[in-house]
């Protein structure tokens, strides 16, 4: 499912061509939760489509550049969704090249009607988000952008972000960090949702046959593949938390205690959002229920 990675990419801010009209080129901010850094995308020849700049650090702004061709021009950026590792470089790029900045709208929209709520009652989403973020022109679910001649067409997959967008272009599909290469997805309520996640799972996988090419991570040869361990693995943690409250665990720090052994000490923080956002799904099918607003140490009591 996953492709043979051991010489990808070849290095932040040298330009891979990876297939025709398919250029990367590789943000240099590696973390526990980027992997080997923010994928930037240059679609196209001649006039180029960015998708996902990335952090706005000026080795890898003058590396989208310098991995234009001579003659070549960006023509629009486009934003799969407004967290600090895709997004902010859209600012310095657009200005740089008079090139519009494309997006499903800022970082609040397409939140679910719980999530709004939820947000509106004070529940915190963590660090991350580009809260500055503003496209200068809004896409929505079933727009489609002509690149050389083939439709980008454009599909709103909430859940990791409420503003998340996906792109097909023929059989490749730009994933952002619904379907990453490398690791499962960070859920992180109130700017993601659990619920939404699986369903935009099921919609790309509806797709049929593609290639992934993710926001992190090599390549996916096998992108429905890809997709059912994804879902496989989400089904087996919610089963490993439902097991945990069973046994006792009263919040989401105790669930976590007990169900994320093996991950890293770096990785815990982002373990416990998706916890919390496995909960706030539980208790949308009224399998648990919170005593006040959902936290990671607001108490929960099983239903089933």
Known sequence: MREDDSGFPPG???????APGIRLVLAPNPSPMTERGTNTWLLGEGRVTVLD????????????????????????????????????????????????VLAFGDARAGRSARMQRLGGL??????????????????????????????LQVLHTPGHLGNHLSFLWG??????DTVMGWAPSLVSPPDGDLT????????????????????HGAPVADGPGRIRALRAHRLGREAAIRAAIADGARDAEAVMAQVYTDVPQALL????????????????????????????????????
């Not at 989403?125 to 496209?135: K, S, W």
């Not at 059989?171 to 952002?176: M, N, V």
């Not at 009224?286 to 006040?292: H, Q, R």
């Open 53 to 100: 700049p990335g952090p706005d650090l000026p080795a890898h702004l003058a590396a989208i550049m310098a991995a234009l061709a001579p003659g070549e021009r960006i023509e629009r950026i486009v934003v799969s969704h407004s967290h600090v590792d895709h997004s902010p470089a859209a600012r310095p790029l657009a200005q740089a090249t008079a090139a519009p």
């Open 122 to 151: 004070g529940l915190d989403g963590g660090e991350g988000v580009d809260r500055d973020f503003r496209p200068h022109e809004r896409l929505a679910d079933g727009d489609a952008l002509d690149i050389g001649g083939t439709l």
């Open 171 to 176: 059989k490749a599909l730009f994933s952002g």
């Open 12 to 18: 932040p801010g040298i330009p891979a061509r990876l």
């Open 269 to 304: 923080p982002g373990a416990l959002r998706n916890v919390l956002a496995h909960l706030i799904d539980l208790e949308a099918r009224d399998l648990v229920a919170f005593d006040g607003l959902p936290g990671p140490r607001t108490p929960l009591a099983g239903r089933g």
């Open 196 to 215: 939404d996640f699986m369903r935009s799972l099921d919609r790309l996988e509806a797709l049929g046959d593609t290639r992934l090419y993710p926001g």
